[in-house]
């Protein structure tokens, strides 16, 4: 049969009318992104004022500096930020979410009911479904979080932005939680004669604070505080080493016998409250640790040089900012003085949270333009490769830092300066956390780095040979209930209250486990339903 080729007049125009409708489409469709039009020099057209909420400080002036006028030059961006306090984080940001107030991108720190309920009222930016092509380097980085491919298969899109905690240079395998390494003045340990080792139970470090308490080698009278820890630092480095599920990160877990169980209500979480009850009423915790906020615990170490035992954490940052600090304020070479290692249980167990590679997430208004939104995702792209990572990790190529002749990182800044305290406020590393950069950081002292890094193998070596991980069950952590929301206990506090109590803590804690199941045993009959 052939096709009769023959086209009417009126066939025709309607042909080109159709096809001007397809041209003005696709304009439209091109004029959709506009504002992201770049010049012959590749540069963007069009400046966007964009708002942005993190926890990073910027105070006045901060961004007046060549650091701050890169990203804006190079984006064309003007910012809008906003500061959010530690302590008023997870509220503000709730507060600006339901009111529709949310600036256009925003550091949250992740709470998966929450998100969910986001989702589920539009509360939130949903990505466009080609954006893993567009943006390839964040993408790459997103995988390896676990949780963005989990909750793409739940919302069936994208709307959250885990940060990854690593993406090159990931110091160990299995990954534990950087938190759990503490560290203690080594020339006091030496003169009370206190072996120095990598590793300690948490009796061996009680026991160097009564050395410590009872011969005071500082010299430092009244002012002494053996073990230097807040409420939260005693969570860290008491309970958890001798109970992995005494924290709220992992509270509930499912045990060998396939069911899930509370932790605090387990035998382990009872041994960290009675050496946490022995260490206050020895008073190797100062009488008033619990009230302690922000960084008062680790400035009687660092700064104060009255205490012989401190929580740290694994970062080779944190140990240099401890070096400038004794440096600063003591007068002390902090290589010469200090000590860090890692704690177990009293039963020689290591214990620790199985790290999941991400913390906290990056979201977007739902009323956020395709064209601030696109112009953000460039930005944190480029972020995300090496040459974005070297410029916000170690400033400018030939000013801060240069390669040297082994291709090796050197670093040019003067002594005392860090890339943080030359240009301040440093928040447009909005994605990628600095765990990753920090193990190749030349900044850092190479001492320091090689040390984080053995933490890290020592704890990964520990956690499988005998040791007792909480591993990371994604059921659970994406389960979400209104009996599971109401079952969340502040526990630093409510273990604080449990070794204040007058009579027997055994006693004590027995009724407590049984004044919490009202609350958490439906909790543990709805995981426990689930479908395996």
Known sequence: MKTNKRF??????????CLSMVMVTACSSKESSGGNEKDESGNYKEKLKISVASTVTVNDGDMDNEFHKFWMDKYNIEWDYNFVEWGSWGEKLRLWINSGDLPDVAVWDYVHGDAMNYIDQGLLYKFPDDWKERWPNVAAAYKLTGLGEQLEELTGGTYVLPRPVYYENKPADPLTNQIGVIAIRKDWAE???????????????MEYARLVKEKDPGKVGSKLVPISYDAGSVLTNIMMPNSEHS???????????????????????????KLMQQAYKEGLLNPEFYTWKNSEGSNNFRINGTAAVMSLGGLASY??????????NLNLDSKEVVHTAIVLGDDGKYRNLEQVNFWSSLIFSPNISDEKFERIM??????????????????????DWKYGDNGELINLLPEGTTVGTKYPGRFEGLY?????????????DQEFRDTAVKHYQNKAKLGKEGGKLATYDWDEKLYDSKAKSQATFAYESEYVNLILQDGDLEANWKKWVESKQSLVQPVLDELNSLKK
Do not use: C
């Not at 003169?191 to 470090?205: G, H, Q, W």
């Not at 140990?319 to 600063?328: A, C, G, I, T």
């Open 8 to 17: 009417s007049a009126k066939s025709i125009l309607m042909m080109l009318l």
């Open 191 to 205: 003169a009370v004669n206190f072996e120095i080792k990598d590793v300690y139970t948490t009796s061996e470090l």
């Open 247 to 273: 924290r709220v990160e992992s509270a509930f877990y499912k045990g060998e016998d396939g069911q899930y169980h509370w932790g605090p209500a387990d035998q382990e979480t009872l041994t960290g409250l």
């Open 319 to 328: 140990r240099q900012d401890v070096d400038k600090d004794m440096k600063n």
């Open 378 to 399: 460039d930005m944190l792209d480029y972020t995300t490769t090496k040459e974005g990572q070297m410029l916000l990790n170690m400033g400018f190529e030939g000013t």
């Open 432 to 444: 990628l956390l600095g765990d990753d950069f920090s193990m190749i950081n030349p900044a850092i």
